[in-house]
């Protein structure tokens, strides 16, 4: 008897072993906790957002801090007014800090500037550029037109001289002709701008002496670097003997410094023994952004500069701008030929 109570005593424990020790959950506490669940979710991923939304505005600001500097800045303009000035044909770029620049979270520096030319005393405005130069150095851009006519002309292009083509004698182009007779058409009240071409290679003094006793300015030279015979350059032909290449550019003298620029509007033909300053800039420039901007055809210039270092610097042309009746004296000089007749804007020479 007392055998089978121990053994009933002992099953009914099993039974009942913690059973109903936690009282079931009613609807509203479950509901509750869920809520609770998500309420917690959602602070939790509004801070994390927050402080994202804190950590990305002190990074900006310090980008902005740092890319605000003077040099910083500086050298991106440089970049820009180096490589696309001396690859243009007197084409300037606007030189302005109140314009802002735009730096990118990726570190990306992006400026929109002003594309002109100097016709006469005035600056006109031609275009724009979008510039991008990244943190590793690479820099491009694009060049939006902004032309006055649907036909109009564009500046240059310059003719390398024959003799390095071909010892066949110069011969009268019909474009020459068209462009001096519409010069000639043009009153007096009216100043220009003309890109011509030297039969034979020169120095820049050389060239600046041919123009010495004429009231104009000059706003770029064509330089030749090589191309055609040395170096491996794409060109094109508008005639038997007319050869077009892609060239280096001797354009008046900037200066860039920690906090700023300067720069000159033209060289003036009585200013002559300048020019070796001059073209000691140039080199300088083309030194240092073959050094420092990874550009299309930076690998090109740099084998320019190796030519111009061991053979010195000569040009082929230049683009002139002052009164038409000046510009229609230079037309006469038999060292020049193949006249192309650009911009033309009311009288603004001094």
Request: glycine fraction near 8%; aromatic fraction near 6%; avoid cysteine.
């Given at each position: 008897m007392s055998n089978?109570?121990?053994?009933?005593?002992?099953?009914?424990?099993?039974?009942?072993?913690?059973e109903n020790l936690h009282p079931e959950w009613g609807q509203k506490q479950f509901k509750r906790m869920v809520w609770k669940t998500r309420w917690k979710f959602f602070l939790n991923a509004g801070g994390a957002l927050f402080l994202v939304f804190i950590v990305y505005h002190i990074y900006v600001s310090s980008l902005h801090i740092y890319f605000d500097q003077?040099?910083?800045?500086n050298d991106f303009l440089r970049s820009i007014v180096s490589v696309v000035?001396?690859?243009?044909?007197?084409?300037?770029?606007?030189?302005?800090?109140?314009?802002?620049f735009e730096v990118t979270p990726f570190l990306t520096q992006k400026a929109n500037l002003k594309i002109y030319r100097h016709v006469g005393?005035?600056?006109?405005?031609?275009?724009?550029?979008?510039?991008?130069l990244s943190?590793?150095?690479?820099?491009?851009?694009?060049?939006?037109?902004?032309g006055a006519y649907m036909n109009g002309n564009s500046p240059g292009p310059f003719y390398l001289p024959y003799s390095l083509i071909s010892d066949k004698p110069v011969e009268e182009d019909a474009n020459d002709s068209m462009n001096l007779n519409r010069l000639a058409k043009i009153d007096d009240g009216h100043v220009a701008e003309?890109?011509?071409?030297?039969?034979?290679?020169?120095?820049?003094?050389q060239l600046m002496k041919l123009l010495a006793n004429y009231d104009v300015g000059v706003t770029a030279m064509p330089v030749y670097a090589g191309e055609l015979k040395e170096l491996d350059i794409s060109y094109s032909r508008s005639g038997m003997y007319d050869y077009m290449t892609p060239h280096l550019t001797l354009k008046p003298l900037t200066l860039f410094g920690e906090t700023g620029s300067s720069w000159y509007a033209y060289f003036a033909p009585d200013e002559a023994e300048q020019m070796q300053e001059q073209v000691q800039a140039m080199m300088s420039d083309l030194g240092w952004m073959t050094h420092n901007v990874q550009y299309n055809g930076s690998d090109v210039d740099q084998q320019r500069l190796a030519y111009l270092k061991k053979n010195g610097v000569q040009v082929?042309?230049?683009?002139?701008?002052?009164?038409v009746r000046e510009l229609e004296k230079?037309?006469?000089?038999p060292e020049f030929h193949q006249f192309q007749l650009n911009r033309v804007e009311i009288w603004n020479w001094n």
């Open positions: 089978h109570t121990e053994h009933d005593e002992q099953r009914v424990l099993q039974e009942e072993d913690f003077s040099k910083v800045r000035e001396m690859h243009g044909d007197g084409l300037r770029v606007e030189k302005t800090y109140i314009q802002p005393s005035s600056e006109v405005i031609t275009g724009e550029i979008q510039a991008e943190i590793t150095g690479k820099f491009k851009y694009s060049i939006t037109n902004t003309l890109s011509l071409s030297v039969k034979n290679l020169i120095s820049p003094e082929y042309g230049a683009v002139v701008t002052g009164p230079i037309t006469k000089l």
